[in-house]
């Protein structure tokens, strides 16, 4: 009896250590985290903030000898976690955006709250999650990885205990969090009952969008579209986001406006490319309107917007309308060339805007205001951060030769080659958008050059080592992303994202 | 009547039978026991200590620690339950894999009462 | 009696019934908790669905991903109750409404 039990379908899985590696140093060090914040003394709490960089840095050592090793694909647990190119590429994003969060925290938090153990241990949680993301080829481990990275964001949002703002924030985006992700499960549990499985690959063969059950099909796509929207801030989904990012501690929000925003993109190009490719007649209209709403939405809004942070964070909801037109194209042009531009433009906008929010962190240590009105005469006192402001504000707007160029050249790129009355009419509007947008950040450009420093005072700016690095590796990396489009490790980087090894 | 509610027909039965015990007994019991109210008898508590407020009032924000940590102990039972109906299946592999997600477990748990949350304060 | 058998069917509708039921109450209520009470009210709704389409369609998957849902829902649980009741006793009595220092 107890042999016949023993004896059974269940084999050990295949655990490849090398490719789980990354999630590996990353897990072992939350728990070190942990303890070393339990046993440290209160004096030297500062440490923290160290390990949890050489933590991110460990866990990119293993995705570069992956990357180097061999270009083959890593599968685990039948297919539900796989190590390819493009999951690569994208937990390097998500570590080195970490670690500038980090570099852009270590001063912020030591000023501002006494929990430093724990800020570090959600942060390197949430950033986990992300990493789980880019390898998840499952529903089920594709939401658990959401609510990995999501649950931990809640509450650094909040982090600022006695700030009615920070809890604000925190409230909003908890509570418009969780309805997105029990919206994203009910169309998961739909998708779920038209396939018999919860592998995208198999969902991806079931869902056509045309046959049986084509209703209850739709309805599962738009439901699970819906919830991503939500964490991309989409519009009409995008409420939350100018709050919260205006609320939540600044490192934190440069966090959720790069790197958790690019969690979700991961995810929604996870299920357009794997799990919807046939139902193209579903998705990709519902992703047109979503786009070209959200650019021109998230502008006109940013236009009109005092607060530097809300005019930034606005402008990130614009850009994820970028980052949407290549995926309303994606079954109808090439799918490796919307790809490819999806993951260009993650990588490009990450070193970007994390640059911008290091500089608005730099600035306010000043002037301690966050009026776009306060930025004058930043040239006359501060005339690098002025400069390298520049550089991130024309790299968003889409000037050559910076980063942000080359990123919107990839989307347009991918929507012309789609060839189709729809395309044309989506890249029309982001061409006339993208000249709109250029309008608040040339605003805020005058100012920083033009004006005179609001109340007179001309005193410089003593910005932080640890923000100096963070400027200089999110400068460096916009400008060559810019300047050296062609060179030749980018190429390869860019060849690798477009491909989903399967 | 299909299989499926002939199957609840039973519980429906048990149900009857047991409102009609009940009811009997104590129907038995109020016709035969002597009946001499005073206002102490009449009291919600005989132990003699009028309640005070109503039932609605606010508990103390200490108990919330513990509910919160309740919760999270009490889900995570989820994964080991059903490892643990088939512990010999999974062998070391299994035993691994459980003890690390004991571990961590076990972590929160140490982190909770050094922080003082374990204290009634 | 009325002879009819339960079938999937029913347990599907009842789980949408309930999903719409929470959806519309997130609409609607303004007490920070009692929103949240209607998100667990959906996630419920999902797990019952999920149950009902492994049920039907013989496959384990579907189960599996309940027991996620529940913890993670749990978690939220906890995460979210810290929040609100960080916020109900700064405020006692707010509404959603009443968090409103953030706009434009």
Redesign the interface.
């Known amino acids: 009896m107890i042999s016949a039990l023993v004896a059974s379908d269940f084999a050990t899985p295949h655990v490849d250590y090398h490719a789980l590696a990354p999630e590996i140093v990353l897990g072992v060090g939350i728990c070190l985290l942990i303890v070393l914040d339990l046993f440290l003394a209160e004096s030297r709490k500062w440490l923290v903030s160290t390990v949890a960089g050489l933590i991110l840095l460990g866990a990119v050592l293993p995705v570069v000898t992956l990357g180097v090793i061999g270009s083959d694909v890593r599968s685990m647990f039948d297919g539900r976690y796989v190590i390819d190119n493009f999951s690569l590429v994208l937990k390097a994003l998500f570590l080195l955006s970490g670690y500038v969060v980090v570099l852009m925290s270590s001063r912020d938090t030591e000023e501002r709250t006494p929990y430093q153990g724990e800020y570090y241990t959600l942060l390197l949680t949430s950033i986990m999650g992300m990493v789980m993301m880019a390898s998840a080829r499952d529903l089920v481990s594709v939401f658990v990885a959401l609510e990995f990275l999501s649950i931990p964001a809640y509450m650094l949002a909040a982090w600022r205990k006695r700030d009615s703002k920070s809890n604000e924030a925190g409230m909003k985006y908890f509570l418009l969090g969780v309805f997105a992700s029990a919206v994203m499960l009910y169309g998961m549990s739909l998708l779920y009952g038209v396939t018999g499985s919860t592998r995208l690959v198999d969902i991806g063969q079931a869902v056509t969008g045309t046959d049986h059950l084509v209703g209850v099909q739709v309805l599962g796509i738009v439901f699970v579209i819906v919830g991503f929207a939500f964490k991309v801030s989409a519009v009409p989904f995008h409420t939350w986001a100018p709050d919260v990012y205006q609320g939540a501690p600044t490192p934190i929000t440069a966090f959720l406006s790069v790197a958790s925003k690019a969690a979700g993109f991961v995810a929604l190009s996870l299920l357009v490319f794997l799990a919807f490719p046939a139902a193209k007649s579903v998705y990709e209209p519902f992703l047109w309107v979503l786009a070209a709403v959200t650019i021109t939405v998230g502008n006109l809004l940013a236009l009109k917007q005092k607060n530097i942070v809300r005019m930034l964070a606005y402008s990130s909801v614009s850009q994820g309308g970028f980052i949407l037109m290549p995926l309303a194209v994606a079954g109808t042009g090439d799918a490796r060339t919307s790809l490819r531009a999806v993951v260009v433009y993650l990588i490009i906008y990450a070193a970007t805007n994390l640059g911008a929010f290091a500089v608005v962190m730099a600035v306010s240590r000043k002037t301690h205001s966050g009026e776009i009105a306060s930025y004058g005469g930043l040239f006359n006192y501060a005339p690098g951060l002025a400069a390298v402001m520049t550089l991130f504000l024309a790299s968003l707007a889409g000037i050559p030769p910076f980063g942000g160029w080359y990123a919107k050249f990839g989307a347009f790129k991918a929507v012309l080659e789609a060839r189709t009355g729809a395309a044309y009419t989506l890249a029309v509007i982001a061409a006339v958008n993208t000249v709109v947008s250029a309008a608040y950040y040339i605003t805020l450009m005058r100012e920083m050059w033009m004006k005179p420093a609001p109340d007179g005072d001309e005193s410089p700016v003593r910005v932080p080592r640890n923000l100096v690095a963070a400027l200089v590796i999110t400068g460096v990396a916009t400008l060559a992303f810019g300047v050296l489009p062609g060179f030749s490790g980018y190429g390869a980087i860019t060849g690798l994202a477009g491909a989903f090894g399967r | 009547m299909s299989q499926f509610l002939r199957e609840y027909l039973t519980v429906f039965w048990f149900a009857v039978l047991a409102l009609l015990l009940a009811g009997l007994l104590l129907g038995i019991s109020a016709l035969v026991r002597p009946n001499k109210p005073t206002a102490q008898k009449l009291l919600a508590y005989e132990s003699g200590v009028d309640p005070i407020g109503d039932g609605w009032s606010q508990s103390q924000v200490r108990y919330y620690f513990f509910a919160l940590l309740f919760v999270i102990f009490d889900v995570e039972a989820v994964f080991i339950f059903p490892w643990a109906t088939q512990l010999e299946r999974y062998g070391t592999f299994g035993l691994v894999e459980m003890g690390i997600f004991v571990f961590v477990l076990l972590l929160g748990l140490v982190y909770a009462w050094r922080k003082g949350a374990l204290r009634w304060v | ?1 009325i ?4 079938t999937s069917t029913w347990y ?1 509708v009842l ?1 949408a019934v309930l ?1 719409g039921i ?2 519309a109450g ?1 609409m609607i209520r303004r007490n ?1 908790l009692i ?2 009470m209607c ?1 667990e009210l ?2 419920n ?2 797990n019952l ?2 149950v009902t ?1 492994a049920n ?2 013989g ?1 384990i ?2 189960q ?2 309940v ?6 829902a ?14 109900l ?3 006692p009595g707010a509404t ?1 409404d009443d ?1 409103s ?4």
């Not at chain 3, 002879?3 to 339960?6: D, E, I, P």
């Not at chain 3, 649980?77 to 009741?85: M, T």
């Open positions: 009696m002879a009819v058998a339960v599907l789980a999903f929470g959806l997130v920070p929103m949240f998100i959906m996630l709704a999902v669905s999920f389409l039907h369609l496959d998957g579907g599996t991903t027991l996620f849902v529940m913890v993670v749990a978690a939220e649980v906890v995460v979210g109750l810290g929040i609100i009741v960080a916020i006793r700064r405020r959603a968090l220092e953030l706009k434009g």
